[in-house]
C-alpha cells in the first residue's frame, strides 16, 4: 500500500471534505488537541474552503460588489456631483477580481490548517466500513486510513432537471456563472432564490438583458412577502424582467440560441435567450462514498440523518453541513462543525437551533431575516406584534442614497420575544447580527428598545422596529 | 491574624443583608470590637464589629450592594500579612454575588421581587449566588409567577432560558413567595424597590395568610372601666413620672387572660401543636418603610407599670430601627392596634409562630343598653384571627370573654 509523505496510519479524527463545515471543524478538533486530517477531492490547487470560498458565498460576493459599483457609477454618481464619462463595463476583470479574492482566502485555509496542526490530505475518500477510510489520491496512490472519529462534510452540488442538463457553456450552474467573462446578451435565470437573484443582480449591472423566471408567486419565496416585493419593484426599476407562477416545459438548443419553453398563467411562451443559468436548488453529496457500507442513513429527503449534535446512525461517524440538510448555508456548516467537534471531545457545546440561522441574500437592496415570518408565527399559534420601521424615516439611510428598504419584527405579543426578523435595504446583511445575538441571548423588543443604538446608524432602524413592536416608535 | 468581616445571619429569616455604611475606610487601624460597618437585615440595622485587631486592608462589598448572609464583607490584618489567599476565595463567590439594591432596569421591565438567592443553598443557575436568566426567561417567570430560584438553568453556563420556565409551568413549581403573578395593565407607574423589610413582610405574610386557615372572632368590649382605672393610676403615678396607655392595659389583660386558655397560646408546627407555657406579647409597630412586632417577654408575670415602660423602650427602638432579632422574633400572640387611626374594626394576618393575633379598633362613645335604660359608653370592637389548624371557634371565643370581662372588671385581674 502506497502512501504518501506524512500521511499517518490513524487519527483522532478524520474530516472529509475541506469546505467551511469541514474547514472549521479540523481546525476546532485541532485546539483541543486532536489529530486531524481534512481530506479533500477538489483538484484545483489550494483546492481547501470548499464550494463557499471557491464557487459560492465569496466570488458571488466580489462579483457583487463589482455590480453595485457600476450601478453607483451609471445611475448614483451624478446626484453626489461626480459625472462619470466614457466608462466601460468589463465582467471579465471582475471575475478575474473575484477569482484573486477566493484564491486568497483558499490559502488562507491551507495557513490556518498550518498553523493549527490540521493534516490536508487531496484526495478522493470513501468509508469502507467501519471507522476507516480509503483515500484515493491526488496522483493516483491509495490510502487506508483509520480514524477513532469521522466527520462527513462533503457538501452540495447544483441540481437540474431532465432537458436541462449543463452543457457547460450555454446552460449552466452558479459555477460556470461564475467565470462568464463575456455578458451573455441575454440570460434567463430560473429560480428566484438566493443564488438566482444574486446572478440576475450582477449580469443586470453588467449590461446583460435578465429574465427570472420562478414557479411560485414570489421572488425570494422563503422570505417575507412584504419584503420581497420591495425587491422585486427594484428590480423592475432596473429592467430585469420577472416571470413569477411560471414553470419551464423545454429546452431547444440552436446553433446562435436557445429557446427556453415557459408555461405561465397567460399560457406557453417561448423565450429567446444565449444563456440560462439553472438556479433551483442543490443536492447533496452522498454518492460513491460507502455509507451504506460505514452504515450512515439518509432521511426522506435524501439528506444524511442527523441529532442535532451531528451524530449519524453510524457511531463514531459524524455529518454536517450541506450534506446534512437544510438550510444549506456556509454558518451553518462551519457552527454543525463546532458542536460535533466539541461534542466528540465531550465538551458542552451549543447545539443548533435552525430557528436561528440568519439567511441572507446580497442582491441590491438586500434581504436578511432571522426566525418566523408574521404569517408562520401566527401559524405557530402566537399572538404577534409587528414593528416595522422604513428606511425612509432613517438618516443615514438617506445619507446613502438608499431610502428603500425596512425593518420589520415579529414579536410575541405576551412577553415581546423577538420571534423573528424581516430586513431589505443597504446593508442589511449586516444589521441581522444584532437580531441573532438577540434571539441566541432570548433578549425581548424591551431589551432591543432600551438599547442605546449610535446615531446616524442603519442599526436605529432595528430598535425603531422594536419601539414600534410596543406601540412607541419615534421617528415614525 | 487576618479576620473577616461577614455578613452574617443574625436571624433565621434573613437570607442577605445590604452594606448601609463603613464606619472604617480601607487602611483605617482597627481594634478587635470595633464597629467595623453597618449592615441591614430584614428587620434592623445592625452594627458588625471586627473580630481581630489591625488593619482594615480590603472593603470588597460596597456601600448599599446586597449580599447574601455568608459573604465577607471585608477583611482586617496585619498591614504587611498576605491576605491574597482569603482575597482569591473570598474574589470566588463575592463579586458575583453583589446585587446592587436598586438593581438597574428599564421602566416596563420587572425583576422578580423575591429575595435574590437563598445563602444557604446557592441557586443552580446561580454562579455563586446571581441568578443567570435570560430576559425572556425573566418576564415569563414574572408573569407566572415562578421563582426563578427553585429552577436549574439549561443555557450556556447554567442559564436559566425560555424552556426551563416551560418545563417549570408545566411540572407545576411553586410560585414566587412573595409575589402573585404580575398582570401589565397600561397604567402608568412608578418602580418602588422593595426594602429589606418590605421584603421580610411580604415573605412572612404569604407564609401566614397562605398557608394558615384563618378565622375571625369579632367582640365589644366596654372601656369604661379601663378609662377610669387608667386615669387612677396615672394620677397616682403622677409624682415617678410613669405612664400607663390604654394599650398597656391591653397588653397586660391579653397576657392574663392568655395564661387561663393556655389552649390559645400555642403554635401548630406540622406534626403536633406547641403550647407555650410563657406569653411572649407582640406589639404591632408601624414603622417608616413598614411594621415591626417588637416582643415583650413574660407579659402574664410582669406588672402594668413594667409593661408600661418596656413597651414604650420598645416601640422608640423599633421607629430607630434598633431592635435585635431577639427582640422581635417569636411572639406567641400579637396585638395590632389601629385604634389611633380611627379603624372602628379590622382583621390581622397572623404573625407565625403564634396562632392568634388581636386586632384592636378606637374606643368610641356609642349609645348602648345597659341596665335596660339607653347609656352612652365607651365601646372598642376587638377581632381575634385564628389559626384554624391549632385553635377552634370555641377556644377563641372563650379566651375573647375572658379578655373582655377582665377588661370590663379590671379588678378581677387582682384576683
Ligand atoms: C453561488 C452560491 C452562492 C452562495 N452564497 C452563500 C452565501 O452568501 N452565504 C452562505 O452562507 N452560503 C452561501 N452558499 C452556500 C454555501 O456555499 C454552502 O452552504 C457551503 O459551502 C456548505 O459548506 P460545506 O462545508 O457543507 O460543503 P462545501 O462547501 O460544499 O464543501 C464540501 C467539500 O467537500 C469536498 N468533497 C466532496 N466529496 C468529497 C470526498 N468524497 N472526498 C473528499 N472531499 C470531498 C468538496 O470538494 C468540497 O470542497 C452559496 C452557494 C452557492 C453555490
Known amino acids: 500500500m502506497a502512501k504518501r509523505e506524512g500521511i499517518k496510519d490513524s487519527y483522532d479524527l478524520v474530516v472529509i471534505g475541506a469546505g467551511p ?142 432537458g436541462f442538463e449543463f452543457d457547460g457553456e450555454r446552460v449552466v450552474s452558479s459555477r460556470e456563472a461564475l467565470e462568464i467573462r463575456k455578458p451573455p446578451g441575454h440570460i434567463v435565470i430560473v429560480g428566484a432564490g438566493s443564488i438566482g437573484m444574486e446572478f440576475a443582480d450582477i449580469f443586470n449591472a453588467f449590461g446583460a438583458n435578465v429574465t427570472i423566471v420562478e414557479i411560485l ?45 415557459v408555461e405561465g398563467a397567460s399560457g406557453e411562451e417561448v423565450i ?63 457552527h454543525e462543525g463546532i458542536v460535533a467537534v466539541e461534542q466528540i471531545a465531550g465538551l458542552p457545546t451549543h447545539p443548533l437551533a435552525r430557528e436561528d440561522v440568519p439567511s441572507c441574500t446580497y442582491c441590491h437592496p438586500e434581504v436578511a431575516s432571522i426566525g418566523r415570518t408574521e404569517g408562520q408565527a401566527k401559524e405557530d399559534g402566537h399572538q404577534v406584534k409587528v414593528g416595522k420601521f422604513p428606511f425612509s424615516a432613517n438618516g443615514r439611510a438617506l445619507a446613502a442614497g438608499a431610502p428603500d428598504g425596512m425593518v420589520k419584527i415579529v414579536a410575541d405579543a405576551q412577553y415581546g420575544e423577538v420571534l423573528g426578523v424581516q430586513m431589505v435595504g443597504h446593508n442589511v446583511t449586516e444589521l441581522i447580527a444584532e437580531t441573532g445575538l438577540g434571539r441566541a441571548l432570548e433578549t425581548t423588543v424591551h431589551e432591543i428598545a432600551a438599547t442605546v443604538h449610535a446615531h446616524p446608524t442603519l442599526s436605529e432602524t432595528v430598535m425603531e422596529a422594536a419601539l414600534a413592536a410596543l406601540g412607541r416608535p419615534i421617528h415614525i | 491574624m487576618a479576620s473577616r468581616i461577614v455578613m452574617s445571619k443574625l436571624s433565621p429569616t434573613m437570607e442577605e443583608g445590604r452594606v448601609l455604611k463603613w464606619v472604617k475606610q480601607e487602611g483605617d487601624p482597627v481594634e478587635s470590637g470595633d464597629v467595623v460597618v453597618e449592615v441591614e437585615t430584614d428587620k434592623a440595622t445592625m452594627e458588625v464589629e471586627a473580630m481581630g485587631s489591625g488593619v482594615l486592608r480590603k472593603i470588597l462589598v460596597q456601600e448599599d450592594a446586597t449580599v447574601p448572609t455568608g459573604t465577607t464583607l471585608g477583611v482586617v490584618a496585619a498591614e504587611d500579612e498576605d491576605i491574597s489567599a482569603i482575597l482569591e476565595e473570598s474574589r470566588a463567590v463575592a463579586p458575583a454575588t453583589v446585587q446592587a439594591t436598586a438593581s438597574v432596569q428599564g421602566p416596563a421591565t420587572m425583576e422578580p421581587s423575591a429575595p435574590v438567592v437563598p445563602s444557604a443553598a446557592p441557586s443552580p443557575a446561580g454562579d455563586g449566588g446571581r441568578l443567570k436568566a ?62 429589606q423589610l418590605r421584603k421580610a413582610i411580604a ?72 403550647r407555650f407555657t410563657r406569653v411572649d406579647v407582640g406589639i404591632a409597630v408601624a414603622v417608616r418603610d ?12 410582669k406588672g402594668l407599670r413594667q409593661i408600661s415602660a418596656e413597651s414604650r423602650e420598645l416601640i422608640a427602638r423599633a421607629r430607630n430601627r434598633k431592635l435585635a432579632p431577639e427582640d422581635y422574633q417569636g411572639a406567641t400572640f400579637t396585638i395590632s392596634n389601629l385604634g389611633m387611626y380611627g379603624i372602628d374594626e379590622f382583621t390581622a394576618v397572623i404573625n407565625p409562630p403564634a396562632a392568634t393575633i388581636l386586632a384592636v379598633g378606637a374606643t368610641q362613645e356609642k349609645p348602648v343598653v345597659v341596665d335596660g335604660a339607653v347609656a352612652i359608653r365607651p365601646r ?12 377552634d371557634g370555641a377556644m377563641g371565643a372563650e379566651f375573647l370573654a375572658t379578655f373582655a370581662e377582665m377588661l370590663e372588671n379590671p379588678l378581677r385581674m387582682v384576683l
Not at chain 1, 118 to 138: D, N, S
Not at chain 1, 233 to 258: A, M, N, P, Q
Not at chain 1, 283 to 300: F, I, Q, R, Y
Open chain 1, 21 to 162: 463545515g469541514g474547514y472549521v471543524a479540523a481546525i476546532r478538533a485541532a485546539q483541543l488537541g486532536m489529530d486531524v486530517a481534512c481530506v479533500e477531492s477538489e483538484s484545483r490547487e489550494g483546492g481547501l474552503g470548499g464550494v463557499c470560498l471557491n464557487w459560492g458565498c465569496i466570488p458571488t460576493k466580489a462579483m457583487l460588489e463589482s455590480a453595485n459599483l457600476a450601478r453607483h457609477i451609471k445611475d448614483g454618481a451624478a446626484d453626489h456631483g461626480i459625472r462619470v464619462k466614457g466608462y466601460e463595463l468589463d465582467i471579465g476583470a471582475a471575475v478575474t477580481r473575484s477569482r484573486q479574492i477566493s484564491d486568497r482566502l483558499t490559502k488562507g485555509v491551507k495557513f490556518l490548517f498550518d498553523k493549527n496542526g490540521v493534516m490536508p490530505i487531496f484526495g478522493r475518500a470513501k468509508l469502507p466500513g467501519g471507522k476507516k477510510l480509503e483515500v484515493q489520491l491526488k496522483g493516483g496512490a491509495s490510502s487506508t486510513i483509520s480514524a477513532s472519529n469521522i466527520i462527513i462534510a462533503t457538501g452540495s452540488r447544483p441540481k437540474t432537471f431532465p
Open chain 1, 217 to 261: 408567486p414570489q421572488l425570494l419565496p422563503l422570505e417575507d412577502a412584504e419584503i420581497a416585493g420591495v425587491v422585486e419593484r427594484s428590480f423592475k426599476k432596473r429592467g430585469i424582467k420577472v416571470k413569477k407562477k411560471t414553470g419551464i416545459k423545454s429546452l431547444e438548443k440552436l446553433d446562435t440560441k436557445l429557446l427556453v419553453t
Open chain 1, 272 to 334: 429567446e435567450c444565449d444563456t440560462l443559468l439553472m438556479a433551483v436548488g442543490r443536492t447533496p453529496n452522498v454518492e460513491d462514498l460507502g455509507l451504506e457500507a460505514a452504515g450512515v442513513k439518509l432521511d426522506d429527503d435524501g439528506w444524511i440523518a442527523i441529532d442535532e449534535l451531528g451524530r449519524t446512525s453510524a457511531e463514531g461517524i459524524y455529518a454536517i453541513g450541506d450534506v446534512a440538510g437544510m438550510p444549506m448555508l456556509a454558518h451553518k456548516a462551519s
Open chain 2, 134 to 195: 435570560s430576559p425572556l426567561a425573566k418576564r415569563m417567570a414574572d408573569e407566572r409567577g415562578i421563582r426563578l430560584e427553585a429552577l436549574r438553568g439549561t443555557g450556556p453556563g447554567g442559564r436559566i432560558i425560555k424552556r426551563d420556565i416551560e418545563a417549570a409551568a408545566s411540572a407545576g413549581v411553586p410560585a414566587a413567595a412573595a409575589t402573585a403573578p404580575v398582570i401589565d395593565y397600561d397604567i402608568p407607574y412608578e418602580r418602588v424597590e422593595l426594602s
Open chain 2, 203 to 274: 415573605r412572612n405574610l404569604i407564609q401566614s395568610l397562605g398557608p394558615i386557615p384563618h378565622f375571625f372572632l369579632t367582640r365589644e368590649i366596654d372601656m369604661g372601666e379601663v378609662l377610669k382605672l387608667r386615669g387612677e393610676l396615672n394620677e397616682s403615678l403622677a409624682e415617678s413620672g410613669a405612664k400607663i396607655g390604654v394599650n398597656d392595659i391591653i397588653v397586660k389583660t391579653a397576657a392574663q387572660a392568655l395564661s387561663e386558655h393556655p389552649d390559645v397560646n400555642v403554635s401548630f408546627a406540622g406534626d403536633h401543636i406547641r
Open chain 2, 290 to 301: 413598614g411594621l415591626i412586632t417588637p416582643v415583650l417577654r413574660d407579659a402574664a408575670s
Open chain 2, 380 to 391: 372598642m370592637r376587638v377581632t381575634l384571627s385564628c389559626d384554624h389548624r391549632a385553635v
